[in-house]
């Protein structure tokens, strides 16, 4: 059975150990410093007691920006991201946001996929965002409320 909720800084190890074995984006300091931050809430999805995928939005005023969203790599494609994914997009509706913002590589198409999914719409572009030259895609959705 999964489980999803909102995990506070206690989880920052498991956190980082998650990121380290999937995208590498943030250091164990950087995600110290997310949980800091005001206005930034962390989700994580379990099965069978144990973090399988871990998503980070910062809310700022009326809307979310997702700074951190993955799932583990040996439990994709099954829909636990669609479940974390559905999780969020409720959870900003009943906060009364307005919008749900993120950026994505324009070279991670699975990614485009998900998002294309959820009716992310894509508005803006980033030139040369990324380290490897690669250009970061904006993406919003309007949620309901
Ligand atoms: C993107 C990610 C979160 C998707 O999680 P997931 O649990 O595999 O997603 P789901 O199983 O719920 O898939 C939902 C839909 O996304 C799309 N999708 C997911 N993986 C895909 C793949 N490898 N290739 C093409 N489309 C894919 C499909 O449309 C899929 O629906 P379908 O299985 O009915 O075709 C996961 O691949 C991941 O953690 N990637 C690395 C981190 C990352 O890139 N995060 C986003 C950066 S902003």
Redesign the pocket.
């Known amino acids: 059975m999964f489980l999803i909720k909102e995990i506070d800084q206690k989880g920052v190890e498991i956190c980082f150990e998650l990121d380290s074995n999937?995208?590498c984006l943030w250091s164990k300091t950087q995600w110290e410093g997310e949980f800091k931050k005001n206005g930034v809430k962390v989700f994580a999805i379990f099965l069978e007691n144990k973090i399988i995928?871990i998503c980070v939005i910062q809310v700022i005023i009326d809307e979310a920006q997702?700074n951190y969203?993955?799932?583990m790599q040996r439990?994709?494609?099954?829909?636990?991201?669609?479940?974390l994914?559905c999780y969020l997009i409720q959870k900003c509706e009943e906060l009364n946001l307005n919008k749900l913002l993120?950026?994505?590589?324009e070279l991670?198409?699975?990614?485009e996929?998900?998002y294309?999914?959820f009716n992310f719409l894509t508005v803006g572009r980033r030139k040369n965002y990324y380290k490897d030259g690669s250009d970061a895609v904006l993406k919003e959705k309007k949620l309901i409320n």
Do not use: C, H, P
């Open positions: 999937t995208i995928g997702l969203f993955s799932i439990f994709r494609r099954k829909g636990y991201g669609s479940l994914m993120l950026e994505v590589s991670n198409s699975v990614a996929n998900f294309k999914q």
